[in-house]
């Protein structure tokens, strides 16, 4: 298989298994040997494909380690190394409000690509479409190498990797005041999620940011399950915006020193342990570590 047929193939597999698999159970699809599978996704590079070697097989409700950096050893046995599916497909945003009529990103309507099953609002009224193989779509689809994907894999695909599939963040909450909630008022009863709006959007520059980069907690709960969304992807969200802020605040950290080598003193607050800024902590009411 030609490289991009390759990648387009594993996505493909990864999404009809949850957008994220254990690379021993992604070499059961395909004909390749463990290391040329690895080598074929590390070549891809992590903006098609993560790979963590993580201690020892998690749950659903497992959470991102950090470091994954998986090198290139000769497959400890203890250690499993997961991969998950990464994509910079999107939704339109402006087609949502009907103001785009052609563009570089996909015209689905979000409420369909949201549901498992046809949203009531989308049964009679609504005029977005619900087609993934729209001739824009299609080339779309091309350009970001997953047309082989069906409307369920596609969905899978851009639940973990579009920001806009997430609950509605909470503004009032990323606004200062309370470290804890904010301005917003309605504190836990916020049916909004309580999560760092740049973070979600893999843009958060903050070394120690206050607001949460938890997207799943005991207080999230209810509003991803409002939202008739699925733990994993949010998980799955979680561990692919975890590495994209590392990897953010890695490039910003070294750019840091570089400036203050040339001060010749650290700002203020000296430098924050990047690892307890980021670690992600487990169930944890309203996410702050
Ligand atoms: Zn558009
Ligand atoms: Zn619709
Ligand atoms: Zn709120
Ligand atoms: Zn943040």
Request: charged share 20%; proline share 7%.
């Amino acid at each position: 298989m030609a490289e991009p047929t390759l990648c387009s193939f594993l996505t493909k597999v990864l999404c009809a298994h949850g957008g994220r698999m254990f690379l021993q159970d992604l070499r059961a699809h395909v004909e390749l040997s463990e290391g040329r599978l690895r080598a074929a996704l590390q070549a891809a590079g992590p903006s098609r494909f993560l790979l963590q070697d993580v201690a020892e097989p998690e749950g659903p409700e497992g959470l991102p380690l950090l470091d994954s950096a998986a090198p290139e050893g000769p497959g400890g046995a203890g250690a499993a190394c997961r991969v998950v599916a990464v994509s910079a497909a999107r939704l339109c945003a402006r087609y949502q409000r009907a103001e785009c009529s052609a563009c570089d990103q996909l015209h689905l309507c979000r409420r369909h690509m949201l549901a498992n099953y046809p949203h009531r609002d989308c049964w009679s009224t609504c005029t977005l479409s619900h087609d993934i193989h729209t001739p824009g779509n299609i080339q779309v689809l091309k350009n970001h190498g997953i047309f082989g994907l069906n409307e369920a894999q596609l969905r899978i695909l851009l639940l973990q990797n579009d920001p806009c599939l997430l609950p509605e963040v909470c503004l009032l909450y990323n606004k200062g005041g309370d470290p804890l909630y904010g301005y917003c008022h309605l504190k836990d009863q916020c049916n909004k999620f309580h999560v760092c709006r740049a973070f979600v959007r893999g843009e958060c520059k903050l070394p120690n940011c206050r607001r949460s980069h938890q997207l799943v907690h005991t207080a999230a709960l209810p509003v991803i399950e409002d939202q008739g969304l699925n733990l994993l992807s949010v998980v799955n969200f979680q561990i692919i915006a975890t590495y994209k802020h590392q990897t953010l605040h890695q490039m910003l950290e070294n750019q840091d020193n570089s400036a203050s080598e040339r001060q010749g003193m650290h700002g203020a607050g000296g430098p924050v342990s990047t690892r307890a800024a980021q670690e992600p902590a487990p169930v944890n009411p309203k996410g702050h570590p």
